[in-house]
């Protein structure tokens, strides 16, 4: 059985950060893509960061600039370094891995809330 545990959302001010963290245990081998991504209400899930090695990470249009992902392979995390937060940014945001080989797998999402 696979979990991914998300972790670090809340509220925050406009121009705030806040650092989300996503740890992956269980029965999970070589992860190709690690991500993150975020459904804010009555909106579609849309994504917001993927990372497939340490140098090769895709962003938002929306999020670029403000937004880091990154990855430690020997952990299973991924963490997402959210600096310069909006209203926009208000979302639920969920954690994303996808193996090499097998199904993909979702947490179960964390809270993020940026006040104006």
């Known amino acids: 059985q696979v979990q991914l545990v998300e972790s670090g959302g809340g509220l925050v001010q406009t121009g705030g950060s806040l650092a989300l963290s996503c740890a992956a245990s269980?029965?999970?081998?070589?992860?190709?893509?690690m991500g993150w991504y975020r459904r804010a209400p009555g909106n579609q899930r849309e994504l917001v960061a993927t990372?497939?090695?340490?140098?090769?990470?895709n962003y938002a249009d929306s999020v670029k600039g403000r937004f880091t992902i990154s990855r430690d392979n020997a952990k299973n995390m991924v963490y997402l370094q959210m600096n310069n937060l909006k209203p926009e940014d208000t979302s639920v945001y969920y954690c994303?891995?996808?193996?090499?080989?097998?199904?993909?797998?979702w947490g179960q999402g964390t809270q993020v809330t940026v006040s104006s």
């Open positions: 994303h891995v996808r193996p090499a080989f097998g199904p993909a797998y």
């Open positions: 269980g029965n999970i081998f070589n992860i190709h893509v």
């Open positions: 990372i497939t090695s340490p140098t090769n990470a």
